[in-house]
């Protein structure tokens, strides 16, 4: 069974431009969630769906930010215009929220640089 | 507000030898999951091992097992027979489940499996 699958694995970008992270889910799992990792703030969720909603994006640090989850098997993470400080890993999960546990697994991230 | 302290930056353990990474938590809820998750140098997030506030025995996962101690608020994964694939960022985490699924992140001990 496939893990979550996120592309690209890497992107190098400069100033000002867009970028796009995609995020495919495991089959079946109803909850997506986006996070961003970096030395100084750790790993920091910037929003969560729920069969496709979102249903906090309190963590997306400002406009130039946005998610879409169009269906339940495939969400993107946009940053227009992108800017140096947006250089991380961007992780995306998934889970099922019918299980007690409600373990998120992880896609293997993208690295982003922002040149 | 939930908060996960991890309070060692970085450990070092012998091969073949057992170590304990520790992981405190502060939470008013009643019931909560705490998580471990691996990050090796590759970058990737791998769930470890889950423990539910209500689980009145501790979880083991093959060499992995969490000391789950309730009244102290500490989770601290346990790791026997170590190997060199073990040398990795470690991450406990925590969800009340009142919240949904939203997922906080302690800081992550890094652990050096030596020969």
């Known amino acids: 069974d496939a893990g979550v699958i996120q592309s690209p694995r890497h992107e190098v970008t400069e100033m000002g431009q867009e970028v796009t992270l995609r995020c495919k889910p495991i089959s079946g799992h109803d909850y997506l969630f986006w996070y961003r990792q970096t030395m100084m703030r750790g790993l920091e969720l910037l929003i969560y769906f729920n069969n496709n909603v979102p249903i906090d994006d309190s963590g997306m640090p400002e406009d130039r930010f946005s998610a879409k989850m169009p269906n339940a098997s495939f969400s993107t993470l946009k940053i227009q215009p992108s800017e140096p400080r947006d250089s991380a890993v961007y992780f995306c999960?998934?889970?099922?929220?019918?299980?007690?546990?409600?373990?998120?697994?992880f896609g293997a991230g993208t690295r982003l640089s922002v040149l | 507000a939930q908060k996960i302290t991890q309070t060692q930056p970085g450990m070092f353990v012998q091969e073949k030898e057992a170590v304990t990474l520790d992981c405190t938590y502060d939470?008013?809820?009643?019931?909560?999951?705490l998580f471990w998750y691996k990050q090796p140098s590759s970058g990737e997030m791998i769930f470890l091992i889950y423990q539910g506030s209500y689980d009145e025995q501790n979880a083991t996962e093959g060499r992995y097992s969490l000391n789950f101690q309730k009244a102290r608020k500490s989770a601290n994964l346990v790791i026997s027979a170590s190997q060199l694939g073990d040398s990795a960022m470690y991450f406990c985490?925590?969800?009340?489940?009142?919240?949904?699924?939203?997922?906080?992140f302690g800081t992550g001990t890094r652990l050096q499996v030596t020969l």
């Open positions: 939470t008013s809820d009643q019931s909560y999951g």
């Open positions: 999960a998934s889970s099922s929220g019918r299980g007690a546990k409600n373990i998120q697994y």
């Open positions: 985490a925590m969800r009340n489940t009142g919240t949904a699924s939203k997922l906080t």
